[in-house]
């Protein structure tokens, strides 16, 4: 497996993210074109188009919602089994501190650098994207949606 960092950390589903999304546009684009091209049947192409446009938005939606919901309150609980693994007591306090996306970016860092970094996080309130870019030794996270 390719090591990962910040550049590759980004994770796509083929079939979703290059077949299906790009096919529902691809017939987006055509349906809106027909509807200035093809006069006889604008209402039909007006039609289509609508039902294209709402089947690429449940589709974009429903996946993320499911998905990132489910994924976000693993990762909280990642973080509060990990701080109590590391400093031996509750982290309700500590995530009540904390942003998602600053809870999210420390799952990259091995336990040196997550200790150094959740303090810079809460003395400086850095962004979850500051602490990724701060990250010298990259924990992969391979299991993500």
Excluded at 13 to 40: N, Q
Excluded at 74 to 88: N, T, V
Excluded at 97 to 118: P, W
Excluded at 124 to 137: F, H, L, R, V
Aim: net charge positive; charged share 20%.
């Amino acid at each position: 497996m390719k090591t990962q960092n910040y550049a590759n950390h980004r994770k796509f589903y083929a079939p979703h993210h290059f077949i299906y999304l790009p096919l529902l546009l691809i017939l987006e684009v055509l349906g809106i074109r027909k509807i200035f091209t093809d006069g006889s049947n604008q209402l039909t192409w007006i039609l289509f188009s609508v039902v294209i446009f709402l089947l690429f938005y449940l589709a974009f939606m429903l996946r993320q919602h499911y998905a990132l919901g489910n994924q976000n309150r693993m990762i909280r609980l990642e973080f509060k089994q990990r701080y109590f693994e590391l400093f031996g007591k509750g982290s309700d306090e500590i995530v009540e501190k904390l942003n998602f996306g600053q809870i999210a970016a420390l799952r990259f860092a091995y336990d040196d650098e997550f200790k150094i970094l959740l303090a810079k996080a809460l003395s400086q309130n850095i962004s979850g994207d500051e602490i990724k870019k701060s990250i010298t030794n990259w924990k992969p996270d391979f299991n993500r949606v």
